[in-house]
């Protein structure tokens, strides 16, 4: 478990001028059993009432975007599933496809998607459980403004909710796909 500057606020000004123990991150961090009245002051009008070293605590969880991009004259079709192996769950995830050709300017995409500019494409996921089991497809069919011969593409996490991933690895990957009409994994 982590504390979040939401549990944090939640904590009661009882509790903290009990000098009771928060739990966060699987490690009991006590608040000190006489805290200052600018403390007290702070619970009690929802500003963060812990110490400093325990304000800004994120919660972990380990994003991963797997699939597939193929090209074939001026289209580009890329299949993403993105899961979460916790250990937290998520409210929603951004995914971002980028390509180092330009987009067609008129894009069909799917309603959780947006053009961000003529490169980038944005889509939400929706919430992620911490257990992996749950996935999220996306499928996009992009139109280049050209024909290339190749592309370039970059799936990545653009937000996560904030939480802290120490295993970007799996969520960060750029594919060539060359203009064979193959499918390239990552």
């Not at 975007?65 to 004259?73: A, E, Q, T």
């Not at 987009?103 to 944005?122: E, F």
Request: net charge neutral; with cysteine.
């Amino acid at each position: 478990m982590v504390v979040t500057h939401r549990a944090a606020r939640a904590v009661s000004v009882t509790a903290l001028l009990a000098g009771s123990t928060v739990l966060g991150a699987g490690v009991a961090a006590a608040v000190p059993a006489a805290p200052s009245a600018a403390v007290a002051s702070s619970a009690l009008t929802g500003a963060s009432a812990l110490p400093e070293s325990l304000v800004g605590i994120a919660p972990e969880a380990d994003v991963s975007h797997h699939g597939h991009v193929l090209l074939w004259g001026a289209g580009l079709k890329v299949r993403v599933r993105t899961e979460n192996h916790g250990p937290s769950s998520l409210t929603g995830v951004t995914v971002r496809v980028r390509t180092s050709t330009a987009l067609a300017a008129r894009q069909v995409l799917p309603p959780s998607c947006l053009q961000a500019d003529r490169r980038t494409v944005l889509c939400r996921t929706g919430s992620l459980r911490a257990d992996g089991a749950q996935e999220r497809r996306l499928a996009l069919e992009l139109r280049l403004a050209g024909r290339p011969d190749e592309v370039v593409v970059r799936v990545d996490t653009l937000w996560n909710g904030g939480a802290t991933d120490r295993n970007p690895g799996n969520d960060d990957h750029e594919v060539l796909a060359p203009a064979t009409g193959d499918e390239y994994v990552f």
